[in-house]
């Protein structure tokens, strides 16, 4: 377990796309190519992706697609070393904060039936599940879960957002 340090999220840039790919290598079965955080920092008008930086290294990252009202999170996840010290609220927290400044109303995802850790992360901040996409991963046919918040605006989804403000020291 790395040494706890003092994460800051900022806007993703060219220059972080290895050590993110790194993450994703880590964290999921079918990795996106590093190429393709390429393309949609270059030319992706409708994606947003943050980095968490703890000092020089980055530890998390965080996507979404803007999709008419809605911000779709289209990839996040936190260094193998670095899970479980609320960085991934903290991503989460910037999403949603940075979904709100660009007009959505709500986030929405895709999460595998089985990864409760995530589903256990997105329910804390509001995330209700809406749908089930079957057979969605074509690595292994798992089902997805589809998941959604209150509108941003929503008193309910206010005090999760201010809470986690709160928890997060920002
Ligand atoms: C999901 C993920 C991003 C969470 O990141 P994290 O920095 O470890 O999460 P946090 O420390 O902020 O934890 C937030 C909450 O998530 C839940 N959680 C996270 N890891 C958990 C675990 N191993 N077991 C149970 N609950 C867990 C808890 O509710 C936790 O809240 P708590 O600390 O108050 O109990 C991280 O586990 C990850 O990168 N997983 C692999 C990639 C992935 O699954 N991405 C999501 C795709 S939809």
Redesign the pocket.
Same mark, same amino acid.
């Not at 947003?48 to 008419?68: D, K, L, P």
């Given at each position: 377990m790395a040494l706890r340090a003092r994460v800051v999220v900022k806007a993703m840039r060219l220059d972080d796309v290895a050590a993110v790919h790194e @993450?994703e290598r880590l964290?999921?079965r079918t990795p996106w190519p590093a190429h393709a955080f390429e393309q949609e920092l270059r030319s992706n008008r409708l994606a947003r992706y943050v980095v968490a930086r703890a000092g020089e290294q980055i530890v998390?990252f965080?996507g979404i697609w803007m999709m008419v009202d809605e911000a779709h999170?289209t990839?996040?996840?936190?260094?193998?070393d670095? #899970? #479980?010290?609320? @960085?991934?609220?903290? =991503? =989460?927290l910037n999403l949603a904060e940075l979904a709100s400044t660009i007009g959505a109303r709500r986030l929405t =995802? %895709?999460? #595998?039936e089985s990864? %409760?850790?995530?589903q256990? =992360?997105? #329910?804390?901040f509001g995330f209700d599940i809406v749908g089930r996409r079957a057979g969605y991963y074509t690595d292994d046919g798992e089902d997805a879960l589809v998941m959604t918040t209150p509108d941003l605006e929503d008193p309910r989804m206010q005090a999760v957002l201010a809470s986690e403000r709160e928890r997060s020291g920002t």
């Amino acid at each position: 377990m790395a040494l706890r340090a003092r994460v800051v999220v900022k806007a993703m840039r060219l220059d972080d796309v290895a050590a993110v790919h790194e @993450i994703e290598r880590l964290s999921f079965r079918t990795p996106w190519p590093a190429h393709a955080f390429e393309q949609e920092l270059r030319s992706n008008r409708l994606a947003r992706y943050v980095v968490a930086r703890a000092g020089e290294q980055i530890v998390g990252f965080a996507g979404i697609w803007m999709m008419v009202d809605e911000a779709h999170v289209t990839t996040f996840s936190v260094h193998p070393d670095w #899970r #479980r010290q609320s @960085i991934g609220r903290q =991503l =989460l927290l910037n999403l949603a904060e940075l979904a709100s400044t660009i007009g959505a109303r709500r986030l929405t =995802l %895709e999460v #595998r039936e089985s990864n %409760e850790q995530a589903q256990a =992360l997105y #329910r804390s901040f509001g995330f209700d599940i809406v749908g089930r996409r079957a057979g969605y991963y074509t690595d292994d046919g798992e089902d997805a879960l589809v998941m959604t918040t209150p509108d941003l605006e929503d008193p309910r989804m206010q005090a999760v957002l201010a809470s986690e403000r709160e928890r997060s020291g920002t």
